[in-house]
């Protein structure tokens, strides 16, 4: 069906525009001045290569979503309404497939609909979590307050990503210059002294011969090496996307050594955090654990969730399942326990994920400190090595030349 820009006014005076989807001109015409809106301008919106969206990906980037919920939050507590808080919003937003989505919103919710049903239509741009506690700001009457906890949420959800990712992206980009390094010197430089050692008469070192073979055989062979590659790529990829693949994947990845740990620790932050977010908001607490299941990433804890959840619709506690699992620490197990014999499970929840945050800072710096000069104590022994290899031989012609 087409789109229509249109610019024009609506039923209190003020300037509206937007987009909208109808079969003719004069059909979206009509639907306008049924939402109330005299439209001025309308023709036919036609993406090309300046207009059209320029990122593949259809949804929103979690720093946007932080600054998207607290400007609402922030709206909406100076008493400015649902509707012309979205408007203002809208008009503020970059990206323009989320843009024409705030406008759809705006007129859905002109046309009485609650905010949480028109989210939800949009699901690629808003959490079942966004949506969830949408729902319950809308019924308790504390709209505002509900943005507020979710861009709370989502913020220290982002900003634990990013110390995480920030403590890694070093190391890595270091090991990719090492990788770069070592492919220079095996394939660009080693082989300006292979002939200059073919035409001498004397043995080579045992170190060079092995050198000079590996840089050899990546020389003439190179396409096996981009095959095995883009083999381990390929195998990888198709068992990320098989469902029982993919368990024991993420099962290997909480075991690697120290990475492991990081990764789960982060998973039960995450658990700990939208429970207590959504516990708070006095969300059912099936439905919260249904919710949290879907914030993580890792399948063995989906798994254990999954067992939660039956575990509380059979009368039972939900940590019975966790205390048959290695991957929640004894600690976490103690204190949920303890939350819900006391009524206050949102608070330890919060508590538990407060210390694990703390840990996991504590983790990554550490980290960071250790892994650079281990790289580079790798890095300079390899290439130490390949240069020795090299060197070895002229010392030999050096005598030779002499004798």
């Known amino acids: 069906m087409p789109s229509y820009s249109y610019q024009g006014r609506d039923q209190y005076g003020k300037k509206a525009r937007g987009q909208v989807d109808a079969e003719t001109r004069v059909n979206a015409v009509s639907v306008l001045r049924e939402r109330g809106i005299a439209a001025t301008e309308v023709f036919e919106y036609k993406e090309n290569l300046l207009t059209k969206e320029l990122s593949i990906s259809t949804r929103i980037n979690p720093r946007d979503l932080v600054i998207f919920l607290r400007q609402f939050a922030a709206l909406l507590d100076a008493g400015v309404s649902v509707v012309q808080s979205v408007q203002v919003l809208e008009e503020q937003a970059e990206q323009k497939t989320f843009k024409r989505t705030l406008i759809s919103i705006r007129e859905q919710v002109q046309e009485g609909e609650s905010l949480s049903i028109a989210m939800e239509k949009y699901n690629r741009f808003f959490p079942p979590m966004v949506i969830q506690l949408t729902r319950v700001g809308e019924v308790s009457g504390n709209l505002d307050e509900a943005m507020l906890r979710l861009a709370d949420y989502y913020e220290k959800r982002y900003e634990m990503r990013q110390k995480v990712v920030s403590a890694l992206i070093y190391p890595a980009l270091l090991g990719i210059v090492a990788i770069a390094v070592l492919n220079v010197m095996l394939y660009v430089v080693v082989p300006q002294f292979t002939a200059m050692y073919a035409s001498s008469n004397n043995e080579l070192p045992q170190l060079t011969q092995i050198v000079l073979a590996v840089s050899e055989f990546g020389n003439t062979y190179w396409w096996v090496n981009i095959t095995i590659i883009s083999l381990v790529v390929i195998v990888f990829y198709a068992f990320w996307r098989n469902e029982t693949s993919k368990y024991y994947l993420d099962y290997a990845m909480l075991k690697v050594p120290i990475l492991g740990s990081i990764l789960q620790k982060t998973l039960i932050i995450e658990y700990a955090r939208t429970l207590s977010s959504l516990f ?13 299941k879907n914030v993580l990433n890792n399948t063995v804890f989906k798994k254990i969730v999954d067992e939660s959840i039956d575990s509380v619709e ?13 991957v929640f620490p004894p600690l976490v197990l103690h204190m949920i326990a303890i939350g819900e014999q006391t009524g206050n499970l949102d608070e330890m929840l919060y508590k538990i994920a407060s210390f694990y945050e703390t840990e996991v800072e504590h983790i990554t710096d550490r980290l960071r400190t250790l892994l650079e000069p281990i790289l580079i104590l790798i890095l300079s022994v390899v290439v130490g090595v390949i240069v020795l290899s090299v060197v070895l031989p002229m010392f030999d012609l050096y005598e030779n030349i002499n004798f």
């Open 280 to 292: 708070t908001s006095s969300v059912p607490i099936l439905q919260s654990m249904s919710i949290t």
């Open 314 to 326: 059979e009368g039972k506690s939900m940590s019975v399942p966790m205390k048959n699992s290695w």
